[in-house]
């Protein structure tokens, strides 16, 4: 009886010691399952990370790739023929040809002529009188003189002077070349030639 009872004893240990063992192993398997759980998620979240890395780099290298991009704009600069260097107004100008003829002083002062651009008058010398008027520009080159007027002093030779003052009534356009200017009416030769005074 005593054995009967041992080997029942025996038996009920072995089978629970069996069962703890199966629940051991059950509670590592379930370890081992959520361990590769975690690190197939872990894998996962880092091929997603790759992936974007992987995607971030290749927009930058795409960046880096492009050409450099420049933009041109052209400015139009127009160019106020009154003012400057041997420009219209602001330089005195010395006569030098009238009607397709030189001319040379016959007193110990140059002919000339100046204009100034903001009174939009001018003054002008050819032999005996002081000449002054006033100019208008139409347009860059387009040049109109008017309301002329002279001293009245008598002089025994005033015929290059006549001639200059009927000369700049038919101006209606000029032309700088370098240091010249030539006043021309409509599309003849230059009715009147200026070298340019170094002041």
């Known amino acids: 009886m005593k054995k009967i009872y041992l080997v029942a004893l025996l038996t009920a ?7 703890k063992k199966e629940k051991v192993d059950e509670t590592n398997m379930s370890t081992d399952s959520i361990q590769t759980t975690d690190t197939t998620a872990v894998t996962k979240d880092s091929q997603v990370m790759d992936s974007t890395a992987t995607s971030t780099t290749k927009s930058d290298s795409s960046d880096v790739s492009l050409p450099n991009k420049m933009s041109t704009k052209t400015t139009v600069t127009e160019t106020d023929p009154s003012k400057g260097k041997y420009a ?3 330089t005195k100008w010395k006569l030098v040809e009238l009607n397709g003829k030189a001319v040379k002083s016959s007193t110990s ?14 003054e002008a010398f050819a ?3 002081g000449i002054m008027g006033t100019f208008v520009m139409k347009a860059s080159t387009k040049l109109m003189f008017s309301k002329m ?9 005033s015929k290059t002077e006549m001639e200059f003052i009927k000369a700049l ?25 200026f070298e340019a005074i170094k002041k």
Request: proline share 0%; with cysteine; glycine share 8%.
């Open 13 to 19: 240990l072995a089978f629970t010691g069996c069962q």
């Open 88 to 90: 219209l107004a602001e």
């Open 109 to 122: 002062k140059d002919y000339f002529i100046n204009l100034d651009s903001k009174s939009g008058k001018f």
């Open 127 to 129: 032999g005996c009188n």
């Open 149 to 157: 007027a002279s001293t009245k002093m008598a002089c025994a030779n």
């Open 169 to 193: 009534e038919k101006v209606d356009n000029y032309m700088i070349e370098g240091t010249m200017l030539h006043f021309h009416s409509g599309n003849s030769n230059a009715v009147a030639k």
